[in-house]
């Protein structure tokens, strides 16, 4: 068998070479005869082929890029959003704020993962989309400026600015507490947090602009933490320190203004006076009981820390909130830091409290049974030079550009004018500047603060009520005249029912 196979196979192998020469023979003459051809058909379909895996690549590679923007923006799988630690505002980050940045930095790193080198063809991809995130930041910062600017702007322009009657200290912007869960947000403004409005780590969202109601949440002084309860920023304040000696009628004088702003308020028809805070509230209660004429209010404990009497008056569509700073100069006699002293640089209308039967030259000219009578009623304070000095000087160092010189209103006020009545120093008929220049012996007090102040003026005020448990019209008048820059409908609210009578005269 082996011998038969071994014939077949030697007959064979000559006719395949001769075919396998034949057939290149032919395919030679057919490469050179067609070589441009072949060459021509060789070429392209390496081309082709090239062109069409370049393109199925890029398609592969933009596919794959845009699943993962998809997965990071639409599909839940973004990159989480840091913890706030300690330091920071407790709510989210609006998308500007972080987040689109933090996306597409993730897409670029899950596509790269996934393309390795490739993934440099995708060059044009991600420039293309930094430059929509860049257009996106810009627009959304550019709206978050000119949002606080529009909130700041107004503010300025309504001359709003925002004290607290706690620590006197000015704010630039207060702080908010959640109304869900309590956390507190220091610096609500439109930025990185939000535009329009925060949302607060436990999902409840808060207005960004005072404008927009952040000023009805609950607000903090920033830099006391003491509970505000006049919503700052929404209406002017209108500050008013007094001054003067202990015992010279302060807080008897804070008692009666608060009183007679009252009844003017309601007064009127569309006026109100609303008490903001305890100390308000504590004069709304006694305003009545400590004008009285037989009360006698009794001196602030020295060292007691003396909040601002805050209430909101309201004439018309106007409000306006006033702070009344009680002992303000004895407070600072003592230890005040340029930073507490900072809110007078924020008032510009001051109140010097006089009392005259403690200024010798008047008790002198008091007959004997009228010094017996009144004895009890004489305040220490003996110079209101000295407690004048006090206020310039207070003034002067709270003020942040002194140098500006004489500016501001100064109401000189001398007390216990229902004592004074019917004594030897009665001024009668006398117009109460002259009176106070020469029997008071004011004159060169009244010189030296009309060159420090600019606008001086001298009222002689009953801090009680009458038999009907009316304010005294000189306390009407007083308000009047501390009032009239805030806008005439706050001076004439403050006129009261009757027509303000003496007092008020030059
Ligand atoms: N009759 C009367 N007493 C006044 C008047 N102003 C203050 N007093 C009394 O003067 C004393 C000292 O007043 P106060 O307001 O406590 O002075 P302060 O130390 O400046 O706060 C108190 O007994 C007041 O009742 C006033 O206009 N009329
Ligand atoms: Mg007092
Ligand atoms: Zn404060
Ligand atoms: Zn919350």
Same mark, same amino acid.
């Given at each position: 068998?082996?011998?038969?196979?071994?014939?077949?196979?030697?007959?064979?192998?000559?006719? =395949?070479?001769?075919?396998?020469?034949?057939?290149?023979?032919?395919?030679?003459?057919?490469?050179?005869l067609?070589r441009?051809?072949i060459?021509?058909?060789?070429v392209?379909?390496?081309?082709g082929?090239?062109?069409?895996?370049?393109?199925?690549g890029?398609v592969?590679?933009?596919?794959?890029?845009l699943r993962?923007?998809?997965?990071?923006?639409?599909g839940?799988d973004h990159?989480?959003? *840091?913890?706030p630690?300690?330091r920071?505002?407790?709510?989210?980050?609006g998308?500007?704020g @972080? *987040?689109?940045?933090?996306?597409?930095?993730?897409?670029?790193?899950?596509?790269?993962?996934?393309?390795?080198?490739?993934?440099?063809l995708?060059?044009?991809?991600?420039?293309?989309?930094? %430059?929509v995130v860049?257009?996106?930041?810009?627009?959304a910062?550019?709206?978050?400026?000119?949002?606080r600017?529009?909130?700041?702007? +107004?503010?300025?322009?309504?001359?709003?600015r925002?004290v /607290?009657?706690?620590c006197?200290?000015?704010?630039?912007?207060?702080?908010?507490?959640c109304?869900?869960?309590?956390r507190?947000?220091?610096r609500?403004?439109?930025?990185a947090?939000?535009?329009l409005?925060?949302? /607060?780590?436990?999902d409840?969202?808060?207005?960004?602009l005072? +404008?927009?109601?952040a000023?009805?949440?609950?607000t903090?002084?920033?830099? /006391?933490?003491?509970?505000?309860?006049?919503?700052?920023g929404e209406?002017r304040?209108?500050l008013? *320190?007094?001054?003067g000696?202990?015992?010279a @009628?302060?807080t008897?004088?804070?008692?009666?203004?608060?009183?007679?702003?009252e009844? =003017?308020?309601?007064?009127?028809?569309? #006026?109100?006076l609303?008490?903001l805070?305890?100390?308000?509230?504590?004069?709304?209660?006694?305003?009545? $009981?400590?004008?009285a004429?037989?009360h006698?209010t009794r001196?602030?404990?020295?060292?007691?820390?003396?909040?601002?009497?805050?209430?909101?008056?309201?004439?018309?569509?106007?409000?306006? &909130?006033l702070?009344?700073?009680?002992?303000a100069?004895?407070?600072?006699?003592?230890?005040?830091?340029?930073?507490?002293l900072?809110?007078l640089?924020e008032?510009s209308?001051? &109140?010097?409290?006089?009392?005259?039967?403690?200024?010798?030259?008047?008790?002198?000219?008091?007959?004997?049974?009228?010094?017996?009578?009144?004895?009890?009623?004489?305040?220490h304070?003996r110079d209101?030079?000295?407690?004048?000095g006090?206020?310039?000087?207070e003034?002067?160092?709270?003020r942040? #550009?002194?140098?500006?010189?004489?500016?501001?209103r %100064?109401?000189?006020?001398v007390?216990?004018?229902?004592?004074?009545?019917g004594?030897?120093v009665? *001024?009668g008929a006398?117009?109460?500047?002259?009176?106070?220049?020469h029997? %008071?012996g004011?004159?060169?007090?009244?010189?030296?603060?009309?060159?420090?102040f600019?606008?001086?003026?001298?009222?002689?005020?009953?801090?009680v009520?009458?038999p009907d448990?009316?304010a005294?019209?000189?306390l009407?008048?007083?308000?009047?005249?501390?009032?009239?820059?805030?806008? $005439?409908?706050f001076?004439?609210?403050?006129?009261?029912?009757?027509?303000?009578?003496?007092?008020?005269?030059?």
């Amino acid at each position: 068998m082996s011998g038969v196979r071994g014939h077949d196979g030697g007959a064979a192998r000559p006719e =395949a070479a001769l075919l396998g020469v034949l057939l290149l023979v032919s395919v030679g003459a057919v490469v050179v005869l067609l070589r441009w051809w072949i060459l021509a058909a060789v070429v392209s379909l390496l081309v082709g082929t090239g062109v069409l895996a370049a393109v199925a690549g890029l398609v592969v590679l933009t596919w794959l890029y845009l699943r993962e923007v998809h997965r990071v923006m639409l599909g839940g799988d973004h990159p989480a959003e *840091p913890v706030p630690d300690g330091r920071e505002e407790p709510a989210h980050r609006g998308y500007h704020g @972080g *987040p689109a940045w933090w996306d597409l930095c993730a897409a670029v790193r899950r596509t790269w993962r996934a393309s390795a080198l490739w993934g440099v063809l995708l060059l044009p991809h991600v420039t293309a989309h930094a %430059l929509v995130v860049g257009a996106y930041l810009a627009a959304a910062w550019s709206l978050a400026g000119a949002l606080r600017l529009v909130d700041t702007g +107004l503010r300025t322009v309504r001359r709003i600015r925002m004290v /607290c009657p706690e620590c006197y200290r000015r704010l630039p912007y207060p702080a908010y507490l959640c109304g869900r869960c309590g956390r507190r947000h220091d610096r609500v403004r439109p930025g990185a947090r939000g535009l329009l409005r925060r949302r /607060c780590r436990c999902d409840r969202t808060l207005p960004t602009l005072i +404008l927009l109601g952040a000023a009805d949440l609950e607000t903090l002084c920033p830099h /006391c933490d003491r509970p505000l309860e006049h919503r700052p920023g929404e209406a002017r304040e209108f500050l008013l *320190p007094l001054f003067g000696g202990t015992g010279a @009628g302060k807080t008897r004088l804070a008692a009666g203004l608060h009183l007679a702003l009252e009844q =003017a308020a309601r007064h009127g028809s569309d #006026s109100y006076l609303e008490p903001l805070g305890e100390e308000a509230a504590r004069l709304s209660r006694e305003g009545a $009981r400590v004008s009285a004429p037989d009360h006698r209010t009794r001196p602030t404990p020295p060292g007691r820390k003396v909040r601002a009497a805050t209430a909101r008056l309201g004439a018309g569509r106007r409000a306006l &909130v006033l702070q009344v700073f009680d002992a303000a100069g004895e407070r600072f006699n003592r230890s005040a830091t340029t930073e507490e002293l900072a809110y007078l640089g924020e008032a510009s209308t001051f &109140v010097l409290v006089v009392d005259p039967l403690g200024i010798p030259a008047v008790w002198r000219c008091l007959t004997a049974a009228e010094r017996d009578r009144l004895a009890g009623e004489r305040s220490h304070t003996r110079d209101p030079e000295l407690a004048y000095g006090t206020v310039r000087d207070e003034v002067e160092r709270g003020r942040r #550009s002194p140098e500006r010189g004489p500016s501001g209103r %100064l109401a000189v006020v001398v007390t216990r004018g229902d004592l004074v009545r019917g004594t030897s120093v009665d *001024p009668g008929a006398a117009p109460v500047r002259e009176w106070a220049e020469h029997r %008071l012996g004011l004159g060169n007090l009244l010189a030296r603060a009309e060159a420090d102040f600019g606008t001086v003026r001298v009222f002689l005020t009953s801090a009680v009520a009458g038999p009907d448990g009316r304010a005294d019209p000189s306390l009407h008048g007083l308000a009047a005249w501390l009032l009239l820059p805030e806008g $005439r409908a706050f001076a004439e609210l403050a006129c009261g029912p009757a027509p303000a009578a003496a007092g008020g005269a030059r």
